[in-house]
């Protein structure tokens, strides 16, 4: 399996971020967000496995002029397959969802997901009504995803071929109510979060 770095990966959509709205899914998909630079606009999640993309549906609805980028696994996709059907229902213009797939639910002890037996979860949200649908394993092919997370029409989806490498982890502040109150502050400005 031809696979990148999921840290390179990250940190290369991250970069020069401006006002991009992030849901960092369970994990090491949160742990990645947090190594390109803890931010203000990312919500990274502490549980919840399987709501990452409805999050970011919910976010791209109620703020339709921000881009809001999902960044989860392939494990947590494959637990809500069902929020492909819904995203691809609503059909939210400002939408990416990224899918770093390293074949494994890192959470559990590295078992093979069904990716690793050949689902096509980029074949999936084609399926599912979404205006673009990529497999990506180069990274040539990043560049095309950094394009499509800022100026693309949506939703767009992209499943990145990564190793299933063990990193060090770079965790994100695990204070729930302080990870919303700051996100809505740097989304909403002081006095709307506040009310």
Known sequence: MNALNRRDVVASLLERRDGLLVVAGLGTPAWDCTAAGDHPLTFPLWGAMGSACMIGLGLALAQPKR???VVTGDGEILMGLGSLATIGAQRPGNLSVVVLDNERYGETGMQKTHTAYGIDLAGVACACG?????????????AAVRSGVYRGRGPLFFQIKIRPDALPLVLPPRDGAHLKHRFREALLGEKAAAQ
């Open 67 to 69: 881009r809001v980028l």
């Open 130 to 142: 979404f205006a673009d649908s990529r497999l990506v394993r180069t990274n040539a092919g990043i």
